[in-house]
């Protein structure tokens, strides 16, 4: 519990620092989203992420996000779409640890189709200005709704949850992503987009505590 405790501690701080750093434009944002997000890694770890297969599945969801992480502190568009692909590994790997916990078909079905009205005005949304860059958009939005309706069921089938909360939270996040990088970009998109994602990412780095 002492190692959850300091590493949790850790992370928050660092994303504060984030924060604070880029209200200044400071180029020392970029570390410390780094530091964070090898926290919410190290937090996974002392949640009991090497004792199970599920924490090995959502260790490696956030090891796909780390590196996304760090691809999105470039604005090159090339990097981006790396960025992208590391996430779209991250959700895949989110996919198979709620399938590992525990997700009934019928409920899963249900979360989609609810999930599907969002899924459809944000595409909408995004479309217009996507250009090239629709197709990879598309499958990625496809993959994090699959992943939220998946966690959804896994609480339905057997609780846990922080593994729902977890996946909205990544979930709304990436609406910012998506509106800064695409619609409309400013501070404003990071200053709402960061605290979601990594409160999402913190979460789901506790839920290995559930297969203990």
Excluded at 29 to 36: N, P, Q, V, Y
Excluded at 72 to 97: E, Q
Excluded at 98 to 124: E, Q
Excluded at 163 to 168: Q, W
């Amino acid at each position: 519990m002492e190692a959850i405790v300091v590493a949790l501690g850790f992370t928050v701080l660092t994303v504060a620092l984030l924060l604070w750093f880029l209200s200044h434009e400071h180029y020392l944002h970029g570390l410390f989203k780094m530091l964070a997000s090898t926290g919410f890694i190290f937090l996974c770890i002392a949640s009991g992420g090497i004792h199970s297969p599920y924490g090995w599945v959502i260790l490696a969801g956030l090891f796909f996000s780390w590196w996304g992480d760090l691809f999105l502190i470039s604005h090159s568009a090339a990097i981006f779409m790396l960025g992208l692909i590391a996430f779209f590994l991250a959700h895949v790997s989110y996919c198979a640890a709620f399938i590992v916990y525990g997700v009934g078909i019928p409920s899963a079905g249900i979360a989609l189709a609810v999930l599907l009205v969002p899924g459809v005005f944000i595409m909408r949304w995004l479309h217009p200005h996507l250009g090239t860059m629709r197709v990879p958009v598309y499958a990625y939005v496809t993959v994090i709704t699959i992943m939220t309706a998946l966690a959804v069921s896994a609480l339905t089938t057997r609780g846990g949850l922080l593994i729902p909360i977890g996946a909205i939270l990544f979930y709304c996040s990436d609406i910012f992503v998506a509106r800064d990088r695409f619609v409309a970009q400013g501070q404003i998109n990071r200053y709402i987009g960061l605290p979601l994602y990594y409160g999402g990412q913190i979460l789901l780095a506790l839920t290995p505590l559930y297969t203990h």
